[in-house]
Nanobody, 124 residues
Framework: QVQLVESGGGLVQAGDSLRLSCAASGRTLLTYTVGWFRQAPGKEREFVVANSWSGSATAYADSVKGRFTISRDDAKNTVYLIMNRLKPEDTGVYYC?????????????????WGRGTQVTVSS
């Protein structure tokens, strides 16, 4: 099975950018759909973006469309979440998730593999 480790979170100001990384081991991500989710304090985990295997299709939450971009580096077996024009409402723990099937799944229940998350805090 695949193991996922997120990194790259931190404290930034509104309008700044961050790049989160999701490094995979154990399996190549080429045959996994990868998703990013986030969870703010006191709120449920919410979908951010999903990219199907081989990068053929991508879906973004409306709240991040045009600001966030998902990308893959197959050589490094790593998926990135590039976040631009960050807002305070983007604050939360960001999780990387993977599923060994094709599709842009927006439900967290579709993903059996999860990282431990990385904290992103955006100050106003």
């Amino acid at each position: 099975q695949v193991q996922l480790v997120e990194s790259g979170g931190g404290l930034v100001q509104a309008g700044d950018s961050l790049r989160l990384s999701c490094a995979a081991s154990g399996r190549t991500l080429l045959t996994y759909t990868v998703g990013w989710f986030r969870q703010a304090p006191g709120k449920e985990r919410e979908f951010v973006v999903a990219n199907s295997w081989s990068g053929s299709a991508t879906a973004y939450a409306d709240s991040v469309k045009g600001r966030f971009t998902i990308s893959r580096d197959d050589a490094k077996n790593t998926v990135y979440l590039i976040m631009n024009r960050l807002k305070p409402e983007d604050t939360g723990v960001y999780y990387c998730a993977a599923a060994r099937m094709s599709g842009t799944f927006t439900s967290s229940g579709a993903y059996p593999y999860w990282g431990r998350g990385t904290q992103v805090t955006v100050s106003s």
